[in-house]
């Protein structure tokens, strides 16, 4: 008899009849996902399964308020953004509102997505300091479109860069004490002695640092925290050599830190350029960058600048309903208490499973790197991709991340409860406790 599995098979073969090569799929079996609901997903079986990897999502699946704004706004005027309304100064203040006191972060480009924020942020530094070089740290994934994919760094993701990348991109050591270059304590000075080094070398080829541009807490990688005054070493390099500081909070900002709202304020620093995107929208498409009214006036000398449906009147109002709600849900708070609680179960499971080499992150960004041996962190890839497979049979949906795809990625809607939080790491302890 056909199956629910028959029918997910045909939806795939289906889906590679018509898709590109290059179009990523997750899972040997994957489930067909009909609907979501707060932190939980629901198959055509009408089997629920708990998110943990759905970061767009960061209020929750299916937000009611969401929704009725959406649906409110789209029967009132849905339209592009040429003509005077008053939700796109007011969704842009509150952006604003959200950066530090003290910085000249005072003005908002909007867009659609991750991707064309990196592309804008890159068209602003260049424009503002009239040069070109970026410096992107290696196995860093920033977006698909020409200037994003640029600078993605990882070679999972960008297999052919060395051959392509074009010669304003220079990429730097990544600073991962766990498994980079430098390991250990005391690895932020060797770390920031290269990168001065680079920029030395920069300079003396004639190409002067337009940008410095990184995550401010390695999420490609699985949520791998920067060496303490590494992000401030950096940007005091950067700036003294008279380049411009992009932090791309993508992924880890917009309160999925618990402790910080932003990434870079882990740190202690301010950029001069932010993107940002993902939870924007909690699913419909909003990206954007902040900056100072400096940078942003600069890209006036390219000419006028304009996206149909950025800041259009439908995205900001599904905006500023976010922000609301994340403030109403106190989604802040329960990132961290819920992502300390996360990270003490996974911690207490590296105790017991020697396959766990080290669980990175922090507030509800956390990454469980599976490696074969401690010493030599040799990646246990084919490990963790059939561990998440058999997390989907016991209704987790987990997926690995890192450019040697051995680390778990834990960055769940920020609603995630205690409850489900503690049930997830008991599955894990039971998969896990199978033998590997
Ligand atoms: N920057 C980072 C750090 C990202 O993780 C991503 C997406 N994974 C992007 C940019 C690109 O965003 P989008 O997929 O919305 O274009």
């Not at 179009?23 to 055509?44: A, F, K, M, N, S």
């Not at 970026?134 to 200037?147: Q, S």
């Not at 699913?283 to 960058?289: A, D, L, N, Y």
């Not at 205690?418 to 033998?435: K, N, T």
Request: glycine share 10%; aromatic share 6%; net charge negative.
């Amino acid at each position: 008899s056909f199956t629910q599995q028959d029918e997910a098979a045909e939806e795939v073969e289906r889906r590679n009849r018509i898709f590109a090569a290059a179009q990523e799929r997750y899972y040997e079996h994957p489930p067909q996902i009909q609907r979501g609901w707060r932190h939980h997903l629901v198959d055509t079986t009408g089997r629920a399964y708990i998110d943990m990897v759905n970061n767009v999502a960061g209020l929750g699946h299916g937000h009611p308020k969401i929704a009725a704004v959406a649906n409110r706004q789209l029967r009132t005027l849905a339209t592009n953004s040429r003509f005077l309304f008053r939700e796109l100064a007011e969704y842009s203040e509150a952006l604003l509102a959200l950066m530090p006191e003290d910085s000249d972060l005072d003005t908002v480009l909007l867009v659609n997505s991750g991707s064309e924020a990196v592309d804008l942020a890159i068209r602003l530094a260049q424009a503002a300091t009239g040069r070109r070089t970026v410096i992107a740290l290696r196995e860093a994934y920033h977006g698909w479109t020409m200037a994003s994919d640029a600078v993605t760094t990882s070679a999972y993701d960008n297999p052919f860069a060395l051959a392509t990348r074009p010669d304003w991109v220079h990429v730097a050591d990544v600073p991962n004490r766990f498994r980079g270059t430098y390991r250990g304590e005391g690895t932020t000075a060797p770390y920031l002695a290269d990168l001065a080094d680079d920029i030395e070398d920069l300079q003396r080829d004639d190409r002067e640092v337009a940008a410095f541009l990184c995550e401010s807490i390695l999420g490609n990688a699985g949520g791998v925290l920067l060496p303490e005054g590494y992000l401030a070493g950096a940007y005091a390099q950067v700036r003294a050599a008279g380049g411009l500081c992009i932090a791309d909070e993508v992924q880890v900002g917009f309160g999925r830190m618990g402790s910080s709202f932003w990434g870079f304020e882990q740190s202690g620093v301010i950029p001069d350029i932010v993107t940002i995107a993902k939870p924007m929208g909690n699913g419909f498409p909003i990206g954007g960058v902040i900056t100072s009214k400096r940078i942003a006036d600069a890209l006036a000398t390219q000419g006028q600048f304009f996206s149909s449906a950025g800041g259009s009147t439908l995205s900001c109002a599904v905006g500023l309903a976010v922000l609301d709600a994340m403030v109403e849900d106190d989604l802040q708070r329960n990132a961290r208490d819920i992502g300390a609680r996360l990270a003490d179960g996974l911690r207490g499971l590296a105790a017991r499973h020697p396959l766990i080499g080290v669980v990175h992150g922090e507030g509800l960004y956390l990454g469980v790197e599976l490696v074969r041996d401690r010493e030599s962190m040799e990646p246990a890839a084919t490990e963790a991709a059939a561990i998440c497979e058999r997390l989907r049979e016991l209704g987790v949906i987990v997926l690995t991340t890192s450019e040697r795809s051995n680390v778990l990625k834990i960055k769940p809607p920020l609603c995630l409860t205690a409850q489900s939080a503690d049930h997830v790491v008991a599955m894990l302890d039971r998969v896990l406790s199978e033998g590997w």
